[in-house]
């Protein structure tokens, strides 16, 4: 979960991320901007602490389990 409160899958969204910083690196001829960084993919929100490994992300453990 990313600290605005927007749930995705781990790889998803480490994937969402990677993709958008190497498109705004692309985009920028390799220059970083200051306000860049990573954000959240469903509302652009900053992800402070952001590093790659889950640094910067609520980790959700499953509690229970329901079957119908």
Not at 5 to 17: E, M, N, S, W
Request: hydrophobic share 40%; net charge positive; aromatic share 2%.
């Amino acid at each position: 979960m990313t600290p605005c409160g927007h749930v995705a899958c781990g790889p998803c969204l480490f994937t969402a991320v990677k993709t958008a910083l190497r498109r705004e690196t692309m985009m920028m001829g390799g220059a970083i901007r200051d306000e860049g960084g990573p954000r959240c993919p469903v509302c652009r929100a900053p992800i402070p602490g952001w590093d790659g490994k889950g640094g910067g992300v609520v980790g959700l453990v499953v509690q229970v389990v329901v079957t119908a």
